[in-house]
């Protein structure tokens, strides 16, 4: 029983770690951009909401309104001007661009914020209380809510993707940038377009991670970005269901790391993502879906 | 491995081939005075200046080896700090079995070198940003499995035995002249491996890859290769790490900001030039120690530095002192001199057309 619990709790886990891998995948996907800086905006994200509530009491599910929309602004500013700068110089500057964005966001935070962990408390019955099956299993609401999310934000990505204007630009962009351009296709502003709905799920994802478990400004590098990237991998890149299907597969393989040994956890996800590296570079779905 | 196809000269012109517009004795005479300089040092200055020295070395010997990688074979990688580690648990392994950390350093340079190629094996399915992510996870993965060994400290770490019976005097001069030891083979390494044929085919990569490639450059192997290197040469500079801290412990020693700070001083130095790093290690300590009571203001600094001169001033300091005076303190390029005219250099001719 005890497995089918672990099981169970890394699927729902596995939901979370989708919502953090599907900005990664959308920026690598639209132009090419692996953003480093990726968890550490996600705890950015995650400590502004923290300082918002604490400033105006708003209640917690308020912050996300305020949060996700400044993320995906600060999304599309900081694409027009320091990645598209980057972009216009070699894929090179801009990996050492985004390593440069990710010290100075973690080390900021770290200035300002101490290094002292901090949840988002939320005092909802609803995060907090959790219902049974059985007598082993605990399934806390707060995980199903998360995962309820991804799938809903994947659904509505994919829909966008293939069904709206903008998203038909967007991948028209990243499928032929030249020829979208001559069509009269504007593409720095469908990159900002696209950064601004990858920032505002990264929004998204450290608020849940806040509310799930703890911040702090190394949570974005440790645990975030490599668990974003172990799911983005896993799954198969580029692809949004593989990255859900990847999300699941890290979490139900730390849940039974967890379940030999609590210390494992971490070690059994990267264990599973390095065998399907060298199993299966391109990912157990491999490129052919959206994006 | 044929690089290039023969060309015959387009005229009778007269010309030659050199490697440095100036007696490269003289570079080599004054490269032997700054060592045998640096090597007095212990009796000269306070322990305190050589233990800072000690630091400067071992973020020099890093950025070489990320120079090599990045600012060469194209290959970023952000988990060098694997191979820092790696060094520093190597030193720790040989000194509990009673060699000293001394001896144990030249081992786990190679140690490392060899563990570098299943690594490889590992990362080298990615390119680009996924290698660098994926060097980063592999980095994680390796202490994770180290902090399961309770025999060398676990998560916790523990103090490195063996050096407890040496005079303080002394090991902080061993440890200086191990330090200054580390950084000269590694530069003169990435020197020589640039002046060889290798380095032509590394110039090559740097410049434009796919034509490198077209031109039969075995790009694959050549960055196998280069990874090596640099997997050995950071894990000197973490057992140099291990000696002159006393201590490893697994979260310090896998940091991934020693390849940050790697990075940013490869960055601001120049990338892609031997002198950019020695340039970046100088910006680095002193910015280190104007600021250490500032506590992570030293790096949101470099970081924001770093990001400016990779988007505005590629070539970084060196490529500013370059444009100048149009110097090369490690001449690995070559310069043909025409009879008639004043040397240039292929590149400037290449510009012409």
Redesign the interface.
């Known amino acids: 029983m005890a497995w089918v619990n672990a099981i169970i709790q890394g699927v729902l886990v596995g939901g979370l770690y989708a919502l953090f891998a599907c900005g990664l995948s959308l920026m690598?996907g639209v132009m090419?951009?692996?953003n480093?800086a990726h968890g550490d905006l996600a705890v950015l994200a995650g400590y502004i909401a923290i300082g918002i509530i604490a400033a105006t009491h708003v209640p917690v599910l308020w912050s996300f309104l305020i949060v996700v929309p400044v993320m995906a602004v600060l999304g599309y500013v900081v694409q027009r001007t320091?990645i598209q700068?980057?972009l216009d110089?070699s894929?090179?500057?801009?990996?050492?661009?985004m390593?440069?964005?990710s010290?100075?966001i973690e080390?900021?935070l770290?200035?300002f914020f101490t290094a002292n962990t901090r949840g988002i408390g939320t005092g909802l019955a609803l995060v907090s209380d959790s219902f049974s099956i059985g007598s082993q299993i605990q399934i806390g609401y707060l995980l199903v809510v998360i995962f309820a999310v991804a799938v809903v934000l994947l659904l509505g990505l994919q829909y966008f993707l293939s069904a709206s204007r903008y998203g038909r630009l967007i991948r028209a962009v990243a499928d032929d940038r030249e020829a979208a351009q001559l069509a009269g296709a504007d593409y720095r502003h469908v990159f900002g377009i696209a950064a601004a709905i990858a920032f505002g799920t990264v929004a998204l994802g450290g608020i849940a991670y806040g509310m799930y478990s703890q911040l702090s400004p190394t949570t974005g590098?440790?645990t975030i970005?490599?668990f974003a990237?172990?799911a983005v991998?896993i799954g198969g890149?580029g692809s949004l269901w593989g990255t859900l299907l990847g999300g699941v597969v890290l979490g139900v393989a730390q849940q039974i790391g967890a379940q030999i040994s609590i210390?494992d956890e971490?070690?059994a996800g990267?264990?599973v993502?390095?065998a399907v590296?060298?199993l299966r570079?391109q990912g157990l779905i491999s490129q052919g879906a959206q994006s | 491995m044929s690089l290039v196809a023969e060309t015959p000269p387009r005229s009778a012109e007269r010309f030659r081939v050199t490697r440095s517009r100036r007696n490269v004795a003289w570079t080599g005479a004054g490269a032997l005075i700054v060592v045998v300089v640096l090597a007095l040092f212990p009796y000269i200055v306070y322990s305190g200046t050589t233990a800072i020295l000690v630091q400067a070395f071992i973020v020099l010997t890093m950025a070489s080896m990320w120079n090599l990688l990045?600012g060469y074979a194209?290959l970023?990688s952000?988990g060098q700090q694997a191979f820092v580690g790696l060094g520093a648990y190597f030193v720790l392994i040989l000194a509990l079995h009673g060699t000293s950390p001394f001896a144990a350093l030249p081992v786990a340079t190679i140690g490392c070198g060899v563990a570098a190629l299943p690594l490889w094996w590992?990362?080298s399915?990615?390119r680009?940003?996924?290698f660098?992510?994926?060097t980063?996870?592999?980095a994680?993965?390796i202490m994770?499995?180290i902090?399961?060994f309770s025999s060398i400290g676990g998560?916790t770490g523990m103090p490195l035995p063996g050096l407890a019976g040496l005079d303080p005097t002394l090991l902080t001069a061993y440890t200086y002249w191990a330090g200054l030891a580390v950084t000269v083979v590694a530069l003169a390494a990435v020197y020589l491996l640039l002046r060889s044929r290798l380095g032509l085919v590394l110039t090559a990569i740097r410049d434009d890859e796919v034509a490198a490639r077209s031109s039969g450059a075995r790009v694959g192997l050549v960055r196998m290769l280069v990874f090596v290197v640099a997997g050995a040469g950071c894990g000197a500079a973490g057992a140099l790490l291990a000696i002159s801290q006393l201590q490893v412990q697994p979260g310090a020693v896998f940091s991934?900001q020693f390849t940050?700070e790697m990075?940013?001083v490869t960055?601001i130095g120049g990338l892609g030039t031997i002198e950019g790093p020695i340039l970046g290690t100088v910006v680095y300590m002193v910015l280190q120690q104007t600021l250490a009571s500032y506590?992570?203001?030293y790096?949101?600094i470099?970081?924001?530095v770093?990001?400016f001169v990779?988007?505005f001033a590629?070539r970084g300091l060196w490529g500013l002192v370059d444009a100048r005076l149009n110097v090369r303190l490690f001449p690995v390029g070559y310069w043909l001199r025409l009879d008639e005219e004043r040397p240039r250099s292929l590149r400037a001719l290449a510009r012409r057309g």
């Open positions: 690598f090419k951009v692996v480093l320091m700068s980057a110089r894929i090179l500057t801009t990996l050492m661009v390593l440069g964005l010290v100075v080390n900021g770290l200035q590098t440790d970005l490599l990237f172990a991998v890149l210390s971490t070690l990267f264990i993502f390095l590296l060298v570079p | 990045a194209g970023v952000v590992l990362v399915r990615l680009s940003g996924y660098a992510i994926a980063w996870v592999l994680t993965t994770l499995i902090e399961k998560g991934v940050a990075a940013f960055i506590n992570a203001w790096l949101i470099l970081g924001l770093a990001i990779a988007l590629r």
